[in-house]
């Protein structure tokens, strides 16, 4: 991984455990998308739900940060 796409995991990850509350353990399971740049985020079944929610709400250059909601998490990058 990129020095960039660490830096965006991390603050990714970060902003996630700040939402860990909210989320867990209700929505595990489910994927979020978080823009690292403000912190807001969509939520979809799977990533072909909410990738291209998160695409339609902040375009093609915002820098997010995907997982799965839960202990496990699956991690994306999503966008430039």
């Known amino acids: 991984m990129s020095q960039k796409g660490e830096e965006i995991r991390q603050k990714g990850e ?3 455990r ?3 509350p909210k989320l ?3 929505l595990n399971g489910k994927v979020i998308i978080i ?3 403000t912190g807001l985020y969509v939520l979809g079944d799977d990533i072909y739900e909410a990738g291209p929610a998160f695409k339609h709400l902040f375009g ?3 820098k997010g940060y995907g997982r799965k909601i839960g202990p496990d998490p699956y991690t994306q990058r999503v966008g430039a």
Request: hydrophobic share 20%.
């Open 14 to 16: 970060r902003i996630y």
């Open 18 to 20: 700040r939402l860990k």
């Open 24 to 26: 867990e353990p209700k």
């Open 35 to 37: 823009d690292v740049t």
């Open 60 to 62: 093609n250059k915002t």
